[in-house]
Structures are given as C-alpha cells and as structure tokens.
C-alpha cells in the first residue's frame, strides 16, 4: 500500500517531493520525452504552412496567408473524397484481415506440439515480412495475371469459365490488397499473440482437462480470453493508425498496384496528397491534407479507446 | 654584381614550384544530382580522370531513384540541392522554387565565348523572365542534322510481319491493324511456343504517351505533348482525346479488341513487364517512341532475332495527309544542368563548361580518344569493330565515358566543320556498317537505305513548338485542370477500348464530357494565349 502511494503520489506532498524520490524513472523517460519533444510536437509548427500558399526558398512569414483555401479545395475535389473513402475501406479491410489471420494462426501454432515443426511454420510465415512492398505486388501482379497461377487454379476447378481480369477491375482491387498484405504481414502480426499465449498459466489448461474440456473448449475458454488484452491494446492502436501514412496498406500497395484505370479504387490520401501537392510543388495543401489526416487519427484513437473503458476492457489512454 | 644575379636566379628558382602549384587548381568535389536513373561511373573512369587532370575538379554524382516529381518535391521542401543538379522533365519545379542561380551572371561573349555562341542565337526561347537557370542539354545543332532513324514516336512493326506479306505499303491504321490480325490469325504462337500478341498499348505512369499522344500523328502533326494545335486557326488548341477526330481511332482500337488483337494484361502491366513481352519477340506491334523500347531492340539483336526487330511506319488517317512523325530537333528548353544557390564556385563550375564546349572536349566527349576509342581514315571517323562492340557495352562505357556528365552538359550536335557527324551513332558510314544482313536485305526490298526513309522530311517548326515544353509551374490552377484530365485519360481510354460490342458509343459521350467537366475549355484557352505570345517573341 505505502509502495503504490509513493509512485503514484500523494495529494498535498509536492509534486517537486514525488518528483525527487521517482528521479531514477523520471531521468529514464527523460531521452523518449525528448525525442517526443523533437520529432513530433516540434514539426507542429510547420503546421502553419498549411494557411499559407507556401514555397520552401520564400522566408516562412514572406509566404501570403491563404486562410482555408487550401482546406476547401481539399474538400472541393471529387477525388479527395474517393480518396478517403478508399482509405477507410482498405484499412478496414486490412485491419480485419490481419487481426483475424494473426490470432488464427497463433492459435494454431498455439496447439502444435512438435517444437520442431512449429517453429518452421512460424519462421516460413513471417519470412514475407522481411520482403519489400515492390518484391511482393511484383509476385501478387505474376499470380494474379489473366495466366497466372490463381486463374489457372480456379480454371481448372471449374470454378470460373473465363480468366477473372483481377488486376484492371475496380471490384476486386480493396480484396487483393487485403489479401497480399495478409500474406506479408499474418505470421509476424502473430509472433505477438503467440508471446502473449505462452504466458498463459498452464495449470488452467490442466484443470480444464481434468474438468473433461477438449480442444476446442480450451481454446474458445482458456487461450482466446487468455490474449483478450492484448487483442484490445492492438486494435485501439491500429484503429488509432487507420489513416496514417505509417500504416503500409494505405501507401505501398495503392501507390505501386493501382494501375490508371483503378485510380477510383485506388487513390488513397497519401497518394493524392503526393500527386496534387508534393509532385506539383503545393506544400501548402500537402500539410492541410497532413492535419486532416491527424485530426481524425486522434479521433478514430480516442473513440476506440472510450468504447473499450466502456466495455470494462484495458485501455491505451 | 655576380652574387646578386646568384641570389635572384636562386629566389627565382625557389618560386618556380610555388608559381607551378598556383597554375594547378585547387582540387573540388562537385555534387551532381541526375534527375534519370543512371549506373555509377566507375571510379577510375578514362574521362573524368581526364577532366579531374585539367580541371582539378572531381563529381559525386546522385542519380534518380524512385518518382522524378516526389524526389524533387522532398528535395525543395528541405532545400537540399547539389552543386549542379538537372531536374531532368521537371526541371519547372526548380526554377519555380529559386533553386537554381541566373547564369547569365557568368555567362557573356567575352568571358564565356564558347557558352555565348552556343546559346545566343535561342537566348528570347531558354531564358525565363530574362534569366537563364538551366544550360538546355540537347537540340543545338551546328551546320546539318542527321537523321538515319526514328528515334521518336512511330507505330512500330516487326519486321517479319510485312516481310510475310511480301513487303506491302501501309499508310493508315486499317491497313495495319488489318495486316497484324491476318499475321496474328496464320501465326497463333512463334516459333519458341509463346502465344503471339498482336497490339501492345503501355499505359505505366508518364510513358502512357503510347496510349494518348498516337492522334496527334494519325492528323499529320508532330509531337506537341497530350494537345493538337489548329496552326490554320488561329492556333486554337484542343486537348484532342475526347474530341470527334480521335474517336475512330479508339473505336478501332475496341473493333481490334474484340477480335483478340489486344490483350487486357496490356493495361496493367508495367515498363519492365513490357520491355520483357517485346524482348521474348512476340509482340508483332505497337505505338511507342524509339528511344522507350530500345533496350528491347537491343535484347532481340543479342539473339539475333533480326526478324522481331521493328520498323516504325508514319501512318495517317488517311492518304492524303502527309505524316510529320520526324521533326526539326528542338532546343531542349530547361533540360540540362543548372547551378544551385548552394554551390560555392559557381564561376569555376562555368568556366569549365565553357572550356569542355571547345571541340577538343567535345570530340572526347561523344567520340572517345582517338586510337583507344575510334581512327581517323581520309578525314572521316571510324571505329573499328573491337572499338564498335566496346561502345556498345554498358560496362565498358561505364569506365570509359563520361556518360552522365556529358548527357546533361550543353553539347555540339549536328555536323562537326569537318563533315563528320558530331555523334558517333549517326555517323553513315557507321550506321550502314552495323547494320545486320537482315536488315540491310529488308531496307532493299522497300528500295531504301535507312529506316528513316519511311518518314517525309521535317518541315521547319512552328516558332512556339512543341507545346510539352511550355512551363506550368506559375499557373497552379492550370496544373491541376491538367492532372486531373490525364487522370480520367488514363482511366476512361483502356475502358473505352475494352468495352463490350454496342456499349463504346455510350462510354465515349460520358468520358468526352467528364472531360469537358474538368476544365477542358478552360485550360484549352490558356494554351492557346501561351502559344499566340510564343509566336509573337519566337517569330
């Protein structure tokens, strides 16, 4: 009891007093706060530019104010609207994919009980993280040709008449995305859960043997709520990074597979922004279309993150 | 008296080395960025030894990796220029962005002799707002230009192709397209088994030109870029994709689909897929630019598949329409290299373009040494085959010329004084020489002595030609009618071509009108007062 009071502190005892007996953990946080500090409050001032019609070579306050121009063109674009839509239905579509594919193959892996093999399946599935987004649509573009493998496969199962053109129809484009970066990413988004399974207290397991459950009650009662935290920790974070450029899915596959006649489907925010504003030398709409993105990633974060408290479950915030 | 003569032969002597030291430069790395992807000199290259020897000048190059718009973008937003840098196609962004310094400042006829006649004669045409920032690179021509080849755009055929049908005259598109599907329907597959493909259309990124500038052509005009200019109307301008005389043209191109003459993976493969389908020699045609699929030429001639080579044909709508697919070389207005406002000398940078423009450095420059790298025979140039085969292999060039530097440098091109040919590879003699058995037989049976004989001559050029070079960059707002049209260009013209039998009327009234809806009209007007005002400078 008197242990928790010091750290968390004691109302009326000083902050400087608190401060001083935690100096070990407060000198610790000092480097993760500066760096904080430096690389993302500090660029917060090139924020302004996004007020401005801006040129990199004119001094900063040199630049003619533009009010919300650059804002209500953003919004003024057809495009920049399909943009956002494709956005939010890939990243969708990816976070379900690969939150889904990573807890299923670490339960499977879960239950392997030869190390050996385990390990393989384990270090071959996460193998595809290590390639680069180029290397792999290049193979997704060869598989997916009007010859290529999957076409063939589905030929020849009967289950299609005619090569599916999956490449150049719109329809598909969000699904084949989905799907290659499930391929990429599913064995090492699940080296997480696998770690947070393997601290599961075995003696649950066993008592739930002797209570008579089998595999699959062990697995429904025992392992899945056994990783339900971090389950939650991870999807608040990535819901939290939905529109972000940091998330691959929203800038490496559109950007090197959206062919021209896909750019309905395809064109994401970041590659609008890099098309209308970067390419184009037009700083001052990039950074607006920079906000916006920031704007609804603190949104989308604190909205996840108040339906999970709600819930009664651990929150990030 | 003796003694004091002792003494000053002595100080004399002492200072010699010292005045030997001042006459050497002082060593300075150059940093270079090259706005196209290049291969990396090796580091004892033969020229830039040389240039090293004389100037005391050494470069670190920077080639482009990745997107030439968004390099340059990163680039000015963190000011982080080279001592020269070439913007390559988009140069515009950096002179916008005050990267460059005004040359002029340097350059004048009698500190830069060389520099001055180079430029002089096009100063109204590559300065901007009276400065110039960027050294254009090619289409400065002394005394005559040679042409032995089209180098730029064509419908390409492979040779075997009009060898079969007994080395037939094709004009327009029907001819063509009819000839590909009868080859097509006799050849299913080629020799190796590979299925044949008949029409090729690449649409990666920028070189979709060979999807959207082939109009332009087929009305008897040269290549202006993505518009068509009425020069007997006032030269009105029309972006000319969704107009009433480019629909036969894609219509065509749907007729051709449905019989199996192209095939859909055309629209969503990329460059290197592309060159790869034309090098495996199964491509019997498409329209391109020379220079765009050269290394494909290149791969087929290593496996002597003279056959699968290409010809490139003018075609036309129709026969009375003389074909301008050749046109007079242009000076490349903002390509080449510029000085950045971080270079620290820029007056010694200049002065030693002003010394490589002498036809010493000129001749060392496209030809090589003489002895080494080509001989003197009767006053003409030539290479023997060793020195032939050298020339042609990429790391033997990498060691032994300074390709990168001289690509973007200003350069002498046309006919040296002497009548031989300024570059190596439109030498006659030259050309005639390497040219295979095959296609010295080919080129006979037409009654021709070069490929270039397909095409009428270049007529003069309109003062304001081509519209590709005018800049953009002041006017944002034209920028973004412009991106946006290539945009559903892009998307609109591979489904048009693809549509079902009886859907292709309908699909081509609503992309002429979303078309017109992005500002067509607009932007079509401004074109037209750039050129007007063009002419009205350049005449």
Known sequence: ?317 | MQRKLLSLLLILAMMLPLGLALAEPAPLTVTVFAGDPFDQPTSDNKIYKLIEEEFGIKFEFEFLAGDLDETLGIKIAGQDYADIMSGSNSAEMLIDAGTYIDLLDYINETDTPNLWAHFEPYMNRITVDGGLYVMPSFGRIYNDAIVNYQNGPAFWIQKKVLAWDNYPTITTPEQYFDLLLRYKEAHPTTEDGLPTSGFEILTDGWRNFCLLNPVQHLMGHPNDGGVFVHWDDNYRVDVFHNKDYSKPYYQKLNEVFQKGLIDQDTFVQNFDQYIAKLSSGRVLGMFDQYWNFQNATDALIARQMYGETYIGLPLVYSEDITDHYIDQPVINVNRGFGISVNCKEPKRIVDMFEALLDDRWQTIFHWGIEGEDYYVENGRYLRTAEQKANAENPVWVNANKARALFFYSPKKEGTMDNGNSWDPALQPELYFDMMSEYDKEFLTSYGMKTPAEFFTPAPPNEPYYPVWQIDLQPYPDMRDINTQMGDIQARDLPRLIMAAPGEFDGMWETFAKTMSDAGQAEYEVFLQGIILEMNERLR
Do not use: C
Not at chain 1, 10 to 22: C, H, M, V
Not at chain 1, 97 to 113: D, K, Q, W
Not at chain 1, 217 to 225: A, C, E, V
């Open chain 1, 1 to 317: 009891m008197d242990r928790t009071r010091k750290l968390t502190g004691r109302p009326g005892r000083g902050f400087l007093r608190t401060l001083w007996d935690q100096r070990q953990l407060a000198l610790m946080s000092v480097p993760m706060l500066l760096y904080v500090l430096l690389f993302s409050y500090a660029p917060l001032w090139g924020w302004i530019t996004a007020f401005m019609s801006y040129k990199p070579a004119v001094p900063l306050f040199d630049n003619p104010w533009v009010g919300l121009r650059n804002f209500s063109w953003l919004f003024s674009r057809q495009e920049f609207l399909l943009a956002i839509r494709n956005t939010f239905a890939m990243s969708v579509i990816n976070l379900v994919f690969n939150t889904v594919s990573a807890i299923g193959l670490a339960v499977l892996l879960n239950e392997v009980a030869s190390r050996r093999y385990k390990r393989t399946v384990q270090t071959v599935t996460y193998l595809p993280h290590f390639l680069s987004w180029v290397i792999v649509v290049g193979l997704a573009q060869n598989a997916f040709a009007t010859d290529g493998v999957v076409n063939q496969v589905l030929l020849s199962l009967g289950l299609i008449r005619q090569p599916l053109f999956f490449l150049g129809e719109g329809r598909y484009f969000w699904w084949l995305a989905g799907i290659i970066h499930m391929w990429k990413e599913a064995g090492w988004n699940s080296i997480i859960y696998l770690s947070s399974m393997s601290a599961i207290d075995p003696a649950l397991y066993e008592a739930a043997e002797i209570d008579g459950a089998g595999r699959l009650r062990k697995i429904m009662h025992i392992t899945l709520p056994g990783i339900k935290s971090t389950f939650v920790i991870l999807l608040i974070m990535n819901i939290g990074m939905l529109v972000s450029g940091t998330n691959d899915g929203n800038f490496d596959i559109p950007y090197l597979m959206g062919q021209n006649l896909l750019i309905d489907w395809s064109q994401t925010i970041d590659i609008f922004v890099l098309k209308y504003g970067i390419s184009q030398g037009q700083y001052g709409r990039a950074t607006a279309a920079g906000i916006f993105k920031s704007l609804v990633s603190i949104f989308l974060l604190f909205s996840a993150n108040r339906i999970a408290r709600r819930l009664d479950e651990p929150t990030l915030l």
